[in-house]
């Protein structure tokens, strides 16, 4: 797709169609009023449009304008309006004009600020995204964008190179949760990793079996032996020219390519949604791969334990008793609660590197869409300071999380008769114990874990958004180097 600025004057540019956005309560005539001979006037009078959230109209060949059509998009309220108001707006634009097959499109900003050009691009390139790349449909390419055009000054260009960076480092995320299991196998997703961070100049290291038995990852292992698809443990670092901390930050990604829970199997119904189930490690390394082009000054280190929870005669059973890396053993009571499994010994792992502060990102339990819907990811820390940083980073790119709790009663959840403890608490609080389980390896250093089992994958599409695969957390990661 063809991005770019363009200072040419609103009403001399050539535009295909020209967008521009209006609000629910806006004051005074719309600035456009006059080009389009009253025809913003006319939308209100007839209500027509009334400036809601996503509403779009589409004027031909207006008379002050150079455009051959103009399309106005509700922006809602005005005192309710941001950047991440703007992303999903000029989403929801791109996503009803391609729908036209209009696949030109110029966005009109007033004054706009470098933040509003990083969302709008942003906005842009995800609402073109599209999960149907295995459609042999010859027709699907001709909605998708061509180009995007934004008015406005040269010297806002950073901005939208920003914008551009972070869009395609989540849509790249998306491409990689979206690929079905057959597809894309542990081994498979190590490959893009090392593909990418050949591009983007970082150093990878992948950690096969042989590799990761001689450590003792014995969590991970026992997740993976009763699939005939190899594990891995995907290993990229960031390491600045000139750190401006000592720090060392470790973002971790459960990486299970396909779920189908083991012997303690899932319902068959949804069942093949479960390809999503490495989103959490498709974020990280969509985040590596902008962070390499930002260049922060932290040392980040990415972990993302790669496996395949399958049905065989080789597959771990209820009541096998596992060794993690850490010394711990773990009892396993359900096999279907794989994840925490094969995180905690990217946990040890990431300690041993030398890592100061960890966060992981995992679709890791059903219990937290039952808990926060679709709507927010689950957040749990064993440290406020930190968590408030990952907090805010999220808060800045939109990324809705609230603060679950993780208080030390809730360990009582995880008692068990024969290991150092069991890979799942009762029937209660399932989100909460599987973060506590995971918090007995942290050693206590600071750590936040983001649940993101029920926002990690969207069942119908968004006016802004496809269906499918959300690339959540990419944005929140980015924020949380950029911003160290």
């Known amino acids: 797709m063809d991005i770019r600025l363009d200072a040419t004057p609103i009403e001399q540019y050539p535009a295909d169609v020209l967008v521009t956005l209006a609000f629910e309560n806006q004051q005074g005539p719309h600035p456009l009023n006059a080009a389009a001979g009253g025809w913003f ?4 009078e007839s209500r027509e449009f009334t400036g809601k959230l996503f509403e779009v109209a589409i004027l031909h060949r207006p008379s002050g304008l150079k455009a051959k059509r103009l399309a106005v998009v509700g922006a809602g309220p005005v005192e309710k309006f941001n950047a991440t108001e703007l992303r999903k707006v000029v989403g929801s634009a791109v996503r009803a004009l391609k729908a036209k097959s209009l696949t030109n499109i110029t966005l009109s900003l007033e004054n706009a600020t470098s933040e509003q050009i990083t969302a709008a691009v942003e906005g842009a390139i995800l609402a073109d995204y599209e999960p149907d790349r295995l459609k ?7 909605k998708r964008l061509a180009a995007f055009c934004i008015l406005g000054p040269a010297t806002l260009q950073p901005a939208l190179d920003h914008g551009r960076t972070l869009g395609e480092a989540q849509n790249f995320t998306r491409d990689l949760v979206n690929e079905p299991a057959n597809l894309m196998t542990p081994l498979k997703l190590a490959s893009e990793a090392q593909l990418m961070a050949a591009t983007f100049g970082l150093d990878c290291e992948i950690l096969d079996r042989e590799r ?3 450590l003792g990852m014995g969590s991970l292992l026992g997740v993976s032996q009763g699939s005939a698809e190899p594990p891995a443990m995907i290993i990229l670092r960031y390491t600045p020219a000139a750190a401006s901390t000592a720090d060392h930050l470790a973002l971790i990604g459960k ?3 396909f779920d189908t829970g083991g012997v303690s199997i899932k319902p068959s119904d949804g069942m093949e949604k479960m390809k999503y189930d490495m989103a ?4 990280v390394i969509g985040a590596m791969r902008a962070i390499a082009q930002f260049k922060p000054q932290v040392t980040i280190t990415a972990l993302i334990p790669a496996v395949e929870n399958m049905v065989s005669s080789r597959a771990q059973r209820p009541g096998d008793i596992v060794t993690s890396l850490s010394g711990k053993t773990i009892e396993v009571l359900n096999t279907d609660a794989e994840g925490r499994l094969i995180l905690v010994d990217a946990i040890t792992y990431a300690l041993r590197l030398g890592c100061t502060h960890m966060v992981d990102a995992a679709t890791l339990t059903g219990a937290i869409g039952v808990a926060l819907g679709h709507i927010h990811v689950g957040a749990f820390t064993n440290n406020e300071p930190f968590l408030g ?6 808060k800045s790119e939109g990324e809705r999380m609230w603060h679950m709790p993780l208080d030390d009663d809730y360990k009582d959840y995880l008692k068990s008769a024969f290991a150092d403890l069991p890979n799942i608490g009762g029937r209660y609080g399932g989100a909460v114990t599987a973060a506590m389980f995971l918090k007995q390896f942290t050693e206590d250093k600071p750590w936040v874990h983001l649940d993101i089992a029920g926002t990690a994958w969207l069942d119908e599409a968004k006016p802004f958004l496809s269906k499918g695969p959300s690339g959540v957390a990419v944005r929140t990661f980015v924020n949380l180097a950029t911003n160290w």
């Open 41 to 44: 006037d006319d939308l209100r």
């Open 136 to 142: 042999t449909d010859a027709k699907k390419g001709e």
């Open 212 to 214: 990761m038995t001689q």
């Open 255 to 257: 990486g299970v390519t």
């Open 280 to 283: 959490g490690g498709a974020a």
């Open 389 to 394: 940083k990952v907090m805010s980073a999220a």
